[in-house]
């Protein structure tokens, strides 16, 4: 299991403060496609990701146990 952790409008946006993926191992990038197709969060390209407290690139990999950190931008002044 990945447990992906939410912040600000996407915990908002869902309802939930994480999610939890029954998956053994996927690149970042197949993360954000999954979050767009099952969760319709179209902004997941722009979202910085953490794989265990460590920013992640797109071909980082996500494994079985890790914690994700999905980090929409920030706006505002």
């Given amino acids: 299991m990945i447990r992906v952790l939410l912040f600000a409008y996407i915990k908002e946006r ?4 994480e999610i939890v993926l029954n998956e053994q191992q996927m690149t970042v990038r197949q993360l954000r496609e999954r979050l767009e197709q099952e969760y319709h969060l179209q902004a997941a390209s722009s979202f910085m990701i953490a794989i265990n407290e460590e920013f992640a690139t797109d071909d980082d ?3 079985a146990g890790d914690v994700v950190a999905l980090i929409p931008p920030v706006s505002g002044g």
């Fill in 14 to 17: 869902l309802g939930k403060e």
């Fill in 61 to 63: 990999i996500v494994c």
